[in-house]
């Protein structure tokens, strides 16, 4: 039966794989599902960083005289 979810193929150093591997047997998980979380992890990550310059400019570039108040909001 074939894998429903898409793969990729990774070639890893020595010592790189050997720390995941090492964190795959800590945690008790196989190879493959420590890398998929570790990646996760990292797009996560990233995506915080995207995020948080987006608000950065976002409040950089704020007039703060055309922003509406609480009541204006939610009344």
Known sequence: MPA???RINVVLDVPLYNNV????????VSLSTK???LL????ETHEDIY?????EE???TLEITTTL?????WS
Request: charged share 40%; hydrophobic share 40%.
């Open 35 to 37: 890398v998929r979380d």
């Open 4 to 6: 429903k979810n898409p």
């Open 40 to 43: 996760k992890e990292a797009m």
């Open 51 to 55: 995020l948080a310059a987006l608000a």
């Open 69 to 73: 108040t609480h009541e204006e909001v």
């Open 21 to 28: 591997q090492f964190l795959a047997g800590k945690d008790g």
């Open 58 to 60: 976002r409040e950089r």
